[in-house]
């Protein structure tokens, strides 16, 4: 198993940018394709990004698009998300999550973080 913990939410204005950062435990980082989530409120937990086990390769979902980047570094068993041009929509928590799985299948991940809280104001 791996463990999960998300850093770096908080209060931005909308436009502004900001970068989440999920530490991920043990010696078998690279074997998880990696990826975030975020949960609105009053809304289903929906996909943000994944990102292949070597960082290679990326997929993001359509409201993020152009906006966010997702990335890792395995040397330091990290994996992060620079979110720019933000909207008061992507108000949520936003969760890391592993899997074993392919990067691209959200139905997928398994191992989850507690969340962080990313705020986006008006």
Not at 9 to 31: I, P, W
Not at 55 to 69: C, I, Q
Not at 79 to 92: G, H, I, R
Request: with cysteine; net charge positive.
């Amino acid at each position: 198993q791996v463990q999960l913990v998300e850093s770096g939410g908080g209060l931005v204005q909308a436009g502004g940018s900001l970068r989440l950062s999920c530490a991920a435990s043990g010696r078998t980082f690279s074997s998880y394709a990696m990826g975030w989530f975020r949960r609105a409120p009053r809304k289903e937990r929906e996909f943000v990004a994944g990102v292949s086990r070597g960082g290679a390769n990326t997929y993001y979902g359509d409201s993020v698009k152009g906006r966010f980047t997702i990335s890792r570094d395995n040397t330091k068993n990290t994996v992060y998300l620079q979110m720019n041009s933000l909207k008061p929509e992507d108000t949520a928590v936003y969760y890391c999550a592993a899997t074993v799985g392919p990067y691209t299948d959200y139905h997928m991940y398994n191992y989850w973080g507690q969340g962080t809280q990313v705020t986006v104001s008006s």
